[in-house]
């Protein structure tokens, strides 16, 4: 039953196939079979199996909610109350949340089991899940290869079919890149869609958390149960939240897809271009409209992320200080001693980079040349999406440039890491919504076709999902050793 | 030489809101150490701030009160320092679109009035307290005070003196508390200042270099603190030497101020707007809300005393310190119907004689306005004189009791009866033929023994007026 969708597995729940506690017990099976994957930092099965009762017991009355019973995990940047939250960092190594995200708080809601927490770059900073402190995460498809990240472990554990679904965050890419490179599907919603409360922060105005399934169908359900205004987030936005599963066939006649024409220029290698161009076609097939759409500003993207996501994060990571929780180191002198060692012990290589990118982009006779300027550009890039997505429905193009690359290859070059996410960067300075979803393979590693589209149009991206879905199989392709 | 001295002042008023500016958690004083202190005040991993509406609304009364611009769009922003108490690691102010622009407010020194301009005001977070005593060399943090809502309220440099600066802070002080948006407590760190000193040589058009005095938390010491600076800095430059741009602490007890830091020393605070807060939009409908709502502010209610009330300019000041002692006279008036001077005069001389050495506040007044009203009608109508009412006001704050009371139970009701004074003088004169004498031969100053002595047999009751015309027509000359 492990490569069953949610949508499935929501039936077979209420047909009696199996229950909630046969379902969880057979996903925790899973999750100790597969422990070179290193996808999970936490693996909570007491509480799993208890609450997978519960949801026996509801699923019972014939009243639960859809989700009730359905097995998923968490990226270990979401707070999880009484649970260890890490964030991938050695820092928050003894943290144990005394609260539940607002995601966590609704995933419960909706009846979900969390089976546990995830592996992921350190505080999401990463497109490998290279700079976790828990180890690398190895790519199901090519245990040599990475899955991607920041949300790695999300990715590799739903494409080796070791939970149906799971949540991650994106920041510049961090649910995309792993979803394409993982051969999954996966959503970031609109900035403000899913609340951020309790969501550990990287870089607060383009952090955004979404669904990683197999399906489209299964990412509306997801969604469905963590999106919506929250008052303990200013930045969610009050709105109500559509029927995310309603419009799901709606027919693609006529439907409007724009592809940038930077996307597709020199940089882009052929085998990747050429999975892109078939996937476009089975669009034409469906009787879309192709329409060549310019965003000029596009280049500038990698730039003003690197400059606002540091500054940002820069911020976010002083209240790691070695005084209140997380890593202490032993016997400080003083509180010079107790700043620099605890942070010096408990930061890896990566986020210490960006927090001196970051700090260095405030200083004084600085911000306005780097962080005033990169503010600038990201409008200038959100106008640009703006004016195309005024003639177009959607936007479509690549996720990555390549697909998994090798565990090791990119580390030692930031910059070569940093243009991984030179195709997904730009959705998250614009706050606009957009999907990965499985779109062939190149070397049997499987690849993305991202989908993009207006602020909250989150329904007519899922619906553009999953008609692809439903003329394709890439999405139902299992990694071999997991089928 | 002759040396001017420039002050400005930063002052910081904790906003009277129930709940801290960023999360649900009390800002009561005086709790346990870290029981008023959430998930968000403490900074843990995933927190988000949540702007407390209501401190945005008194924001804006400040404001319209110092007639000043109210922003149409305010932004917070992130000052980043590392501290143990400061939680997050940075604080939440506000730093290129504070919510209060340029106003004025005016400050009256030896009867002049003047004017001083308020920079901007903006809103902020106070950090928690970092305890150093009884922890055995280490530090204790206690992060109930972090989160509560502050105005940081900026002047010009335009005060001129020491007593220029209290002043305007007692000013401010009084204002605060007027509109209802501090408690205007000071011991318990309620209103606090830093003040920016300089010294330049009269006539020189240039600012010299500053001084900034942090945290000065009473009036007496804020005057003090910056006499003591203004006298260091013309010391130094007088002997040949120059002012270091630094921030300097005043201790009380030892009347001097020290370096903590200087400008070199300063932090880069590195501000930038905070992705976790959406800017402040200050709608038309808000501002008229908070405009219905504004008080009369004390400048207005004191000339409107002097013009309704004809006080003096002393008196109506005084009486319009307060909002609660503005309230007070005024109801004393309407209840007793007498002379409002005579209202005033009781209320600034006796009820504030008592007040003030008791320590209390016109609040706590063991005498309320209706029963102080009861006591002065009794004047009014001659049931008693001034004199004796001031022995009854002392008999009404040993107990309950009214006025009419006290008079009854003591028989301190005045004399009028003319018979009754007559037998009385009659006998007096009868008594002291020496005096009459004198009198009778020119002595004036005689007359005065015969009315104490009147009064005397009459234990002051006599009516004083009804004496002097009997007396005076007993002993024609």
């Not at chain 1, 008052?231 to 799901?248: H, I």
């Not at chain 2, 004083?29 to 005040?41: L, S």
């Not at chain 2, 407010?105 to 001083?116: A, P, Y």
Request: hydrophobic share 40%; proline share 4%; glycine share 8%.
């Amino acid at each position: 039953m492990h490569t069953k969708t949610i949508a499935q597995l929501a039936k077979g729940l209420r047909a009696g196939d199996y229950s909630s506690q046969e379902l969880t017990a057979s996903y925790l099976a899973r999750i100790k079979q597969h422990t070179e994957l290193n996808s999970f930092i936490t693996v909570t099965e007491e509480q799993a199996l208890t609450v997978a009762k519960q949801a026996d017991m509801a699923l019972a009355t014939g009243n639960a909610p859809l989700l009730t019973g359905i097995p998923i995990a968490h990226k270990d940047i979401f707070c999880t109350q009484g649970v260890k939250t890490s964030c991938g960092s050695k820092m928050l190594d003894n943290f144990i949340a005394p609260y539940n995200a607002t995601v966590v708080e609704k995933l419960d809601t909706a009846g979900t089991v969390s089976l546990g927490k995830l592996n992921m770059d350190e505080f999401a900073m990463g497109s490998s899940n290279e700079t976790s402190f828990y180890g690398a995460v190895h790519n199901p498809w090519a245990s040599n290869t990475v899955p991607g990240g920041s949300s790695g472990g999300s990715a590799a554990a739903v494409a080796a079919r070791l939970i149906p679904g799971a949540t991650g965050t994106d920041t510049g890419g961090s649910i995309r890149q792993p979803a394409a490179l993982c051969g999954i599907t996966g959503l970031k919603p609109t900035y403000g869609r899913v609340s951020r409360f309790g969501m550990i922060a990287y870089a607060s105005s383009l952090d955004q958390g979404g669904p990683m399934t197999q399906t489209a169908e299964d990412a509306a359900l997801m969604l469905q149960a963590m999106a919506g205004f929250d008052a303990q987030d200013s930045t969610s936005v009050e709105r109500e939240v559509p029927d995310y599963s309603a419009g799901l066939n709606n027919s693609l006649q006529g439907l409007k897809i724009g592809l940038p024409k930077e996307f597709f220029d020199d940089g882009l290698n052929n085998d990747m271009a050429s999975c892109i161009e078939t996937a476009i076609n089975e669009y034409k097939k469906m009787g879309a409209e192709i329409i060549e759409v310019s965003m000029p500003n596009l280049k500038l993207a990698i730039p003003a992320y690197y400059v606002i996501a540091p500054a940002e994060c820069s911020a976010n990571l002083s209240r790691m200080d070695g005084v209140r929780f997380g890593h202490r180191c032993t016997d400080p002198v003083d509180l010079n001693d107790l700043y620099i060692r605890s942070r010096g012990e408990g930061f890896g290589t990566e986020v210490k980079r960006r927090i001196l990118v970051g700090t260095y982009a405030l200083s004084e006779g600085y911000y306005d040349a780097y962080y005033i300027k990169a503010q600038k550009i990201r409008r200038l890039i959100s106008d640009d999406f703006k004016r195309a997505l005024q003639e177009v429905d959607v936007i479509m193009g690549p996720v990555s440039p390549s697909p998994a690359f090798g565990i090791g290859e990119k580390t030692s070059d930031p910059i070569e890491m940093y243009l991984a996410d030179i195709y997904t960067i730009a959705i998250n300075l614009a706050g606009l919504p957009a999907m990965s979803i499985p779109a062939g393979f190149i070397d049997n590693k499987p690849i993305g076709l991202q989908i993009i589209g207006n602020y909250f149009a989150e329904d007519k991206l899922l619906n553009v999902a999953h008609q692809y879905q439903q003329v394709t199989d890439w999405h139902q392709q299992t990694p071999q050793g997991f089928a | 030489m002759q040396w001017e001295t420039v002050i400005g002042l930063e002052i910081h008023a904790q906003l009277a809101t129930k709940t801290k500016i960023f999360s649900g958690a009390a800002t009561a004083y005086g709790a346990e150490p870290n029981t008023q202190a959430c998930a968000v005040d403490l900074g843990l991993p995933g927190v988000l701030p949540v702007l407390n509406q209501e401190v945005v609304r008194m924001a804006v009364k400040f404001g319209m009160a110092i007639d000043a611009h109210i922003a149409d769009y305010s932004v917070f922003a992130r000052k980043n320092y590392f501290y143990p108490d400061l939680p997050k690691g940075y604080q939440i102010s506000q730093m290129d679109h504070p919510i209060v622009g340029i106003g004025h407010l005016d400050i009256e020194v030896d009867g002049k009035t003047k004017r001083i301009g308020v920079t901007r005001a903006h809103l902020e977070e106070d950090a928690g307290k970092s305890l150093h005593e009884d922890f055995h060399g280490l530090t204790g943090i206690d992060l109930n005070r972090a989160g509560t809502p502050l105005l940081e309220i900026v002047s010009e440099p335009d005060m001129r003196s020491a007593q220029e600066a209290v002043a305007y802070m007692r000013k401010i002080h009084e204002l605060v508390q007027y509109l209802d948006i501090c408690d205007g407590n000071m011991q318990e760190g309620s209103f606090r200042c830093d003040a920016n000193v300089s010294v330049r040589p009269k006539g020189q058009a240039e600012y010299g270099t500053r001084t900034e005095l942090k945290n000065i938390n009473s009036f007496k010491f804020v005057e003090k603190a910056i006499n003591i600076e203004v006298e260091r800095q013309i010391d130094i430059i007088e002997a040949g030497g120059k002012i270091t741009q630094e921030t300097r602490l005043y201790d009380a007890d030892k009347n001097e101020t020290r370096s903590m830091r200087s400008k070199e020393e300063a932090n880069d605070y590195r501000y930038f707007p905070d992705p976790d807060l959406l800017p402040v939009y200050i709608s038309d409908a808000l501002r008229a809300e908070v405009k219905a709502d504004l008080p009369e502010l004390p400048q207005i209610k004191k000339q409107r005393f002097i013009d309704t009330y004809q006080l003096d300019a002393e008196t109506a000041s005084t009486l319009s310190s307060s909002k609660e002692l503005a309230n007070y006279f005024e109801a004393l008036v309407k209840e007793s119907g007498c002379d409002t001077k005579i209202c005033s005069n009781w209320v600034t001389v006796e009820l504030l004689g008592v007040l003030n050495k008791q320590g209390l506040a016109i609040q706590q007044s063991p005498i309320s306005h209706t029963r102080l009203a009861g006591l002065l009608t009794r004047i009014a109508d001659n049931t008693i004189s001034g004199k004796i009412a001031k022995q009854v006001f002392a008999a009404m704050l040993a107990s309950d009791d009214s006025a009419d009371a006290i008079i009854e139970a003591q028989g301190l009701k005045q004399i009028t009866d003319s018979g009754a004074i007559e037998a009385i003088i009659d006998k007096i004169i009868a008594d002291n033929p020496n005096q009459v004498e004198q009198y009778l031969s020119g002595k004036d100053k005689v007359f005065g023994f015969f009315v104490g002595q009147t009064m005397k047999a009459s234990q002051g009751k006599a009516n004083p007026g009804e004496v002097n015309k009997i007396l005076q027509k007993k002993l024609k000359r």
